[in-house]
């Protein structure tokens, strides 16, 4: 019906724009041009209103398909909230060798061991750069690490888990006549945001990793404070 109307405005311009009389010699058109020429105009915006309408329906219909990801997003994230009941979630998991095999060690002074063999690291608070976990949540945390001796007739080997500056556990294998032992320890520990967590290796003191991933750390989250 619109379009009809268009065409017929259309029209009716062009017919006021003929002359009354192709002879008269003053070229007189009709009386009505000046209105012609406004219902013109009138076409012109009548069919940019319509070019607009178009636009704004398909601007709705992107809005529409917006509003549907949106409502499909805080669904799924509600059902995740669900499923861990809104409490951060930390984890880790990882092995000191990403391949190969050697002895690690021995250095002059104490220094953490760097497990660069990522299982998991949920929470991301993990950094094996460094070998250093921090707390990003505070609360009650587990951690536990393996060491396996040195290959060197005399066992060489000595970890302690740390906090900070504090020595919490530790494995130690200095002494006996077999080359190949291993050991592990765990701890249950308090930690706010900004602490850090990890294995120190003693000075001169050495440990042994090949594919077999002897040489583990790893943690979780228990509850948050």
């Given at each position: 019906?619109?379009?009809?109307?268009?065409?017929?405005?259309?029209?009716?311009?062009?017919?006021?724009?003929?002359?009354?009389?192709?002879?008269?010699?003053?070229?007189?058109?009709?009386?009505?041009?000046?209105?012609?020429?406004?219902?013109?105009?009138?076409?012109?915006?009548?069919?940019?209103?319509?070019?607009?309408?178009?636009?704004?329906?398909?601007?709705?219909?992107?809005?529409?398909?917006?509003?549907?990801?949106?409502?499909?997003?805080?669904?799924?994230?509600l059902e995740l909230r669900s499923l861990t009941a809104g409490k951060p979630q930390v984890a880790f998991s990882a092995t000191l060798m990403e391949s190969g095999s050697r002895e690690v060690g021995p250095?002059?002074?104490?220094?953490?061991?760097?497990?660069?063999?990522?299982?998991?690291?949920?929470?991301?608070?993990?950094?094996?750069?460094?070998?250093?976990?921090?707390?990003?949540?505070?609360?009650?945390?587990?951690?536990?690490?393996?060491?396996?001796?040195?290959l060197s007739p005399t066992p060489n080997s000595v970890v302690s888990l740390m906090k900070n500056d504090e020595r919490l556990v530790s494995v130690w294998d200095t002494s006996g006549t077999d080359s190949n032992d291993m050991g592990s320890n765990a701890v249950v520990v308090a930690l706010q945001p900004g602490d850090n967590v990890y294995v120190d290796l003693q000075a001169n003191r050495r440990v042994y990793d090949d594919g077999m991933n002897y040489n583990t750390f790893g943690g979780f989250l228990l509850f948050a404070a």
């Open positions: 019906m619109k379009t009809i109307a268009v065409l017929i405005l259309a029209f009716s311009c062009c017919v006021c724009e003929v002359p009354v009389n192709e002879n008269d010699a003053n070229g007189r058109r009709c009386p009505g041009s000046s209105g012609c020429s406004d219902i013109c105009s009138l076409t012109s915006m009548s069919q940019t209103l319509g070019a607009v309408e178009q636009k704004v329906a398909h601007m709705a219909e992107q809005i529409a398909l917006l509003e549907a990801k949106l409502l499909d997003t805080k669904s799924e994230v250095f002059t002074i104490n220094t953490p061991l760097k497990y660069k063999k990522v299982f998991s690291n949920i929470g991301r608070s993990y950094n094996p750069s460094t070998g250093i976990f921090t707390a990003l949540v505070g609360g009650t945390h587990f951690f536990r690490f393996s060491m396996f001796n040195n």
